[in-house]
Structures are given as C-alpha cells and as structure tokens.
C-alpha cells in the first residue's frame, strides 16, 4: 500500500516516525509532507527524512486562511502523481479533504476533545480515528481506541534510549531544569494563554535558587532570559526531558513528553481546569506523573517544593509502571493502517 503522512508539528513526526519504518519493512511505501515550518523542518533535516512541503505556515488568522486554497491545490497536485491509498495525519482538514476528492482514505489521530475544528470538519471527512483509550469522546464506528498515550509511539522505552552524551556534547549543566514557553499562535490556541513575561522571570529567579534553568520558547527570549536558552538542536530535546530534574511549562506536547520521561512534571495554562483534556487528567490522576495546576500561586509554590527537593527517583518508578501497563503502540497503529 502507499501513505502518506502529513506532518505539522514536530511531535507528528516522531509520532509516526516507528510507524512510518515498519511499514516500509514490511513492503509499503510512505511518502512523507511536512508544514513550511522552521522547527519542524530542522527536526526533518536533523534526521536526514526526506519530505516535500504542501504549505506555509502562517501565524496570523488572516494568513492561515488565505493560506488554505494554495495549501488544498498543491495537495491535490502531490496526491494525483503520487497516488496513495491513505492519507494519514494528526487531524488535518488538508488532508481529509483532499482524501475525500480524490477516492482515497484517511486516518486522523486527534488527542484533545477541545479542538472545535477537529470535531466540527475533520473527524466527519475521515475514514477512521484513533485516540487513545482515556479520550472523552465518541465518534461512532469509525472510532478506534488504542492503550496509552501517542508519545508511547517514540518515549517507550523498547524505542528510545537517552544517551548522556549529548548533555555533555552542549554544556548542559548538573541539576537542571526545562522550562518550555509556547507562542500561543496555533488554530486550537485562539482564546488561551499562558504564563505572562512577569511570571517567567519570577520562576525563573526562584528554581536558579537550586539549579540551572534551560528554556525553550517559540517566542524569543527577552534579554534577562536570555542566558537561560537551551542550546540544544530541537531533535535532541528528549534527551535533555529524560535527564532533567524538574519540567515547568505552559506547553501540553512537551508536558506529557516531559512525565513520560519520568521527570518531575509541572503544567499550567488556561487549559487546565474542569474541561481540561483527558490524558492530562489521566496523567495526573491515574498515574501521577503530572500536574496539572490551574493559579501562579499553586504554581509557585508546587515549583518550590520541586526544586528544593529532588522528586526524580519517584518518578522514574512511576513512569516504569506506567510502560508496564501498556502495549506496543507502533504494532497496533501499523495494524490499523493495514486494515483500513
């Protein structure tokens, strides 16, 4: 068979990345289309994946949707000379769409039960979803459900190996701590927010107290954070998650990332609360590997007890117990596409 695998965000392509190998040993061919976009091209180049480019990546409302016609006709272009069976992605209306015109089938893969787009356009266009089992909605026949969570796909531990290594290669310094900042500009994000530029320097003044503090922004740093910028390449990031002391973000890939790792996990935005996304909660409740908190204050202060005393050991232990309860993600997903 032949797929294709849009991608639009770096996670999506180590979402699939173990998928994408399988299916190519057992005989089929992948074709691989990624997103005009700086970081997740440069994870692309950084492991040598060879992808065409369907669209740019707009920031702005206005260019994202002027963006949209050029983005479908180049699709459609891609789509009839390569001929593929499946369109697979994380829940591109792009890519269901053009699916849908062109006689081919699709498969999303949607994680957050609050991306109105996904709901209202996408899940209707394809094929087939798959979510993970904790997912809080229900699409009906079409709907397929999968144990853990898809960062299982590339952090298990049958997948991946943290190589101390590069701690050293980059200068990163014992204890440390991740921050990771989001830029708040994506479709789903209209409407949200997160930590404020006054925050940001006040968790930052208060975990140097016990260690060093790297931060990965999509915005850049102002010049008082600037000291603190990860220098590590973007396809390295893992490496740094698994041996970090301590994870504080207002980011939701890297939050579960992060606790999937077994580090100790802190998340806050204007997610958080009694609509939060269910695999938060599950992380949270279920496993304890995250925390999700809702006020600055709670923040400050689960960011103190953290910092002052390493909660690393307890996490490792619970993140071992976690892998235990789940099976081959890659396995099952290469499965589903087989048989679509």
Known sequence: MRYIFELNHPKHYYQFKYVMRILKERGHE?????????????????????????????KKMSEKILGTFSIIRNYKHIVARFKPDVIVSKASFYGCYTAKKCGCKSVIFPDSEVVKVTNKYVVPLATK???????????????????????????????????????????IEKPYAVFRFVGWFANHDVGNNGFTHEQ????????????????SSEKPLPDE?????????????????????????????????????????????????????????VLENQYGLLKNIVTFYEVLNVLKDFSSKSKKEEWLEKKDRYFVSTGDSNKRIVEILENV
């Open 225 to 281: 954070l600037k000291h603190c910028q990860l220098p590590v390449p973007a396809s390295m990031i893992h490496h740094v998650l698994a041996y970090a002391d301590l994870y504080l973000g207002d980011s939701q890939t890297m939050a579960t990332e992060a606790a999937l790792l077994g580090t100790p996990a802190i998340r806050s935005n204007s997610f958080v609360g009694e609509n939060d996304m269910t695999n938060f909660k």
């Open 200 to 215: 940001k320097l006040q968790m930052v003044h208060e975990v140097e107290k016990y260690m060093k503090v790297y931060i």
């Open 129 to 171: 979803v798959v979510t993970p089992n904790s997912f809080g909605l229900d699409y009906g026949k079409k709907h397929v459900r999968i144990n853990g969570f898809f960062e299982d796909c590339y952090l298990a531990p049958t997948v991946f190996k943290p190589d101390a290594k590069i701690l050293e290669q980059y200068g």
């Open 30 to 58: 992948c074709l691989v289309l990624a997103r005009d976009k700086d970081v997740l091209l440069n994870v692309l180049k950084e492991e040598n994946v060879l992808y065409e480019i369907f669209g740019k990546h707009g």
